[in-house]
Nanobody, 122 residues
Framework: QVQLVESGGGLVQAGGSLRLSCAAS????????MGWFRQAPGLERENVAQ????????NYADSVKGRFTISRDNAKNTVSLQMNSLKPEDTAVYYC???????????????WGQGTQVTVSS
């Protein structure tokens, strides 16, 4: 079992930055690939970034490539999402998730946090 708790969301102006963090419980954190997803009102939850178990491989959605950076610290059981050059269309609830494989497919992730709201004003 892995429990995930996100933090760091908030209100920011367009062009600004936020850093989201996700703290994981349990001793098996390093055995999971991690992903960040987001869900805007009326839209499906979408993957924005993934990171492999050891952190060597990262993947990003085209919409955030070059602006967002995912990282993890297995010693501290944390995964982070640095978001720069934020746009109003980045407004959503952001979730971290843990899964056995590095994938953008939501169904492959077993554990989810409760989400943190990010609002970008124009």
């Amino acid at each position: 079992q892995v429990q995930l708790v996100e933090s760091g969301g908030g209100l920011v102006q367009a062009g600004g930055s936020l850093r989201l963090s996700c703290a994981a419980s349990g001793r098996t954190f390093s055995s999971y690939a991690m992903g960040w997803f987001r869900q805007a009102p009326g839209l499906e939850r979408e993957n924005v970034a993934q990171i492999s178990r050891g952190g060597a491989i990262t993947n990003y959605a085209d919409s955030v490539k070059g602006r967002f950076t995912i990282s993890r610290d297995n010693a501290k059981n944390t995964v982070s999402l640095q978001m720069n050059s934020l746009k109003p269309e980045d407004t959503a609830v952001y979730y971290c998730a843990a899964g056995r494989s590095l994938t953008m497919a939501r169904r492959e992730y077993e554990y989810w946090g409760q989400g943190t709201q990010v609002t970008v004003s124009s």
